[in-house]
């Protein structure tokens, strides 16, 4: 499966941006589907992640209550929609995709085995 991600930008803090992660070569419908980010010298950071079968999501706790992820079964596509952005969600993010439906090591990126390309997401103060 290839993934495609896209939507990043700048954005002024207490902005709202919607990233997309595209699939193609393969249906999602029996994949794990998770967000990653790296920001400058720092490692990667989960995010949020979804089970594609069951719509199962999990946030990382500092983006709870502010980043939902979503799918679109007829678009196999996972869309991150971040709301009241802060300075420290700056960073690279990634789309992943792991050939799982369960929810065992859904926010370890060493458990993916599929990425995207990152989009660069700029929150300024």
């Known amino acids: 499966v290839q993934l495609q991600a896209s939507g990043g930008g700048l954005v002024q803090a207490g902005g709202s941006l919607r990233l997309s992660c595209a699939a193609s070569g393969r249906t999602l419908s029996s994949y794990r589907v998770g967000w990653f980010r790296q920001a400058p010298g720092k490692e990667y950071e989960f995010v949020s992640a979804i089970t594609w079968s069951s719509g199962f999501t999990y946030h990382a706790d500092p983006v709870k209550g502010r980043f939902t992820i979503s799918r679109d079964n007829a678009k196999n596509t996972v869309y991150l929609q971040m709301n009241s952005l802060k300075p420290e969600d700056t960073a690279v993010y990634y789309c992943?995709?792991?050939?799982?439906?369960?929810?065992?090591?859904?926010?370890?990126?060493?458990?993916?085995?599929?990425w995207g390309q990152g989009t660069l997401v700029t929150v300024s103060s």
């Open positions: 992943a995709a792991d050939s799982t439906t369960g929810t065992y090591g859904y926010a370890d990126s060493g458990k993916y085995g599929y």
